[in-house]
């Protein structure tokens, strides 16, 4: 039916019936008791409607579904609706609001920086992260202008000109960041900041790690072309100076397999693809051996000393071999001829520690927190000396991290340095 008509035939309906009762009364008691009657009816039926039309303008006010009045004729149809209308008007609210909700918590996660601005950058809200990269705090700095909370010239331009198509790189609060600007709606932008610090501290080592891989190869191999090129030019070379060549080169080719093999070896131990296989380790057996390799190494110029207090533990043993025979090798590397080199396998109060203290040269506390980098080195005039491929402590490293254990280092200059491979309790057999 017409909804025209659903309102106006039970209204029309409504006042026959007052006016049908009128004339009984105006035929029983004549006309003036029936036009009092008449009147009164009308004005009771527009006194109930003007009390129904008060109470929605109350509600009105303050609408809420469980405060809609009910009503009678008409009225019943308009509450219905409007009740309806308020209940789903409620869902709705109750959703944005958990959608609300759940993108806060989602932008407060968010490791990018977000901060909304308006068409004349004076910022509406931002994020953690957004406070972080640029130095903002949302409660005071709420209605400031971006531009004059971020002072930086490179910023300032960029968002000026409003080139926006490629982001902007700029070093901030010692950062690195990487900040883009998206326009929405028609008087808002979207300043979007990315902390690209790590990302090029990775890429620096990247780039450091072939430029020394690279070098710590050439040196090599120049020696074995050069010597080469000398016995393809010179074929009469005396037997004493052919035989000199060929050891320099055999002493230059396994130096190239050290590197290429600790390459390979930290490559690995990167690599999610080589799981840890534990297996019950003998340490007291294993740092014997290291000991008898670095007395091999030391060639009878120092006094190397063993302690083997400790228990078994589980993990990889070729792997915590190499991490172990890496630290004693350094340590004679690194001690003048006639110092003293102690191995000690301990149980401590919280973990198992493997040291190896040396009477060498030390190490000055600025160098001491890049160590573990690849191909860092101390003093780079003693690389060759030493034979060291400058991947050792780098490997120490990573095993250690597999096996949940860390590296300490302590030295002193002039006196000694002390490593310390620390390996958690919970590596001890089951």
């Known amino acids: ?99 609300l909700a759940r993108f806060r918590q989602a932008m407060h996660l968010l490791p990018e920086g977000v901060a909304i601005m308006d068409d004349v950058l004076f910022l509406e ?41 490629q982001p902007l790189t700029l070093s901030f609060r010692g950062r690195k960041l990487e900040c883009t600007i998206i326009p929405f709606e028609n008087r808002r932008q979207i300043l979007v900041t990315h902390d690209a610090t790590d990302t090029e501290r990775v890429e620096a080592m990247r780039r450091d790690f072939i430029a020394n891989a690279s070098h710590e190869l050439r040196t090599p191999l ?28 055999t002493e230059q080719a396994q130096r190239m397999q050290r590197l290429i093999q600790d390459m390979l070896t930290l490559s690995r131990l990167e690599s999610d693809e080589f799981p840890l296989k534990r297996e019950r380790v003998d340490v007291k057996a294993m740092v014997e051996s290291v000991a008898a390799e670095a007395r091999a190494l030391s060639g009878g110029r120092h006094d190397i000393q063993v302690e083997v207090d400790g228990p078994d533990v589980m993990g990889s043993m070729e792997e915590l071999r190499s991490a172990f025979a890496n630290l004693a090798s350094n340590a004679v590397r690194y001690s003048p001829e006639g110092g003293t080199i102690r191995l000690s396998w301990t149980r401590g109060a919280n973990d198992l520690r493997f040291q190896v203290t040396d009477s060498g040269i030390g190490i000055e506390p600025t160098h001491i927190p890049r160590l573990t980098e690849r191909f860092y080195r101390v003093d780079k005039s003693r690389s060759r000396e030493t034979q060291g491929t400058g991947l050792g402590l780098a490997i120490v490293k990573h095993v250690l991290l597999r096996h949940g254990g860390r590296l300490s280092i302590s030295s002193t200059p002039g006196k000694g340095s002390t490593f310390t491979a620390s390996l958690p309790n919970t590596s001890l057999p089951g």
């Open 1 to 99: 039916m017409n909804p025209k008509l659903l309102f106006w035939v039970p209204a029309v309906l409504r006042l026959g019936l007052v006016f049908a009762a009128a004339g009984v009364v105006w035929w029983l008691f004549g006309v003036v008791a029936g036009l009092a009657f008449a009147l009164l009816g009308t004005v009771a039926a527009l006194f109930v409607q003007l009390s129904y039309l008060h109470q929605l303008g109350e509600w009105l006010h303050h609408p809420h579904s469980t405060r809609l009045p009910d009503g009678w004729g008409a009225w019943t149809d308009v509450f219905a609706r409007l009740y309806r209308l308020r209940r789903e008007d409620e869902r709705n609210q109750t959703e944005l609001t958990e959608w």
């Open 125 to 165: 809200w931002c994020n953690p992260a957004a406070e972080r990269h640029l130095g903002l705090t949302m409660e005071r700095d709420k209605g400031l202008r971006v531009t004059n909370l971020v002072r930086h010239p490179d910023f300032i331009d960029y968002i000026i000109l409003g080139r926006y198509e």
């Open 222 to 249: 120049t020696v074995i072309v050069g010597f080469l090129e000398i016995a393809m030019s010179d074929p009469g070379l005396d037997v004493s100076t052919r035989t000199s060549h060929l050891r320099l080169m």
